[in-house]
């Protein structure tokens, strides 16, 4: 994987495929410490204790279409690249959550990437599900949340290409103020 964004967007997939109506994803930059955690939960149909023992092992997949799954695998061996590790918290019938941590100054250190793209493409193709964007830079946060977007946009379509492309550029201006910029 290039970078984190499109691990998150492989990851979503696992929740969305699980059922949520709900995708919360953050992230917690702190310079001073050399580190974020990047955090994806979903209040899809859980894992039970041997499913979750078994998600490391990259033969491991409940899909029929092939016999390998290697998105969670893939994102701990990133995490694990740059001196970080990844955790996954999951309960049958309640949801799962996979916390991560990367240390940002390590070589092998993924870039974060266009957070802005994987959040417009997990909306663009998931228009029933719910996303909260919570996005930390030392004291600074951002936050975009779907429901709030719904309850302004009335009838229209969330995935409306119109509404996609100001989503975009919303997050795009938030993370440069987040980085500093005004
Ligand atoms: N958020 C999740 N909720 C419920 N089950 C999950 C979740 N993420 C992963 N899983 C389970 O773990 C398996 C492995 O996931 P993954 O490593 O991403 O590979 P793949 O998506 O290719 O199957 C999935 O097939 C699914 O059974
Ligand atoms: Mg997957």
Known sequence: MEDISLH?????????????????????????????WVQISDNGKGMDEEQVNKVYDPFYT??????????????????????????????KGKGTTLLALFIDSHIDCLPLGKMEETIAALIFMNPEVDFVYTHENNCRQ?????????????????????????????????????????
Do not use: C
Not at 66 to 84: D, N, T, Y
Not at 148 to 163: S, W
């Open 62 to 91: 409940t899909r029929t279409t092939r016999k390998v799954g290697l998105g969670i695998p893939m994102f701990k061996a990133s995490a694990e690249a740059s001196g970080g590790k990844l955790e996954m918290i999951s309960q």
């Open 142 to 182: 951002f936050l975009l949340d779907t429901r709030q977007i719904r309850e302004v946009i009335g009838e229209v379509n969330i995935a409306d290409p119109e509404i996609v492309n100001w989503i975009t550029i919303y997050i795009k201006e938030g993370l440069e103020e987040l980085y500093g910029g005004v």
């Open 8 to 36: 998150l967007l492989d990851l979503a997939q696992n929740s969305i495929s699980a059922g949520a109506n709900l995708v919360e994803i953050s992230i917690r930059e702190d310079r001073e410490k050399d580190h974020k």
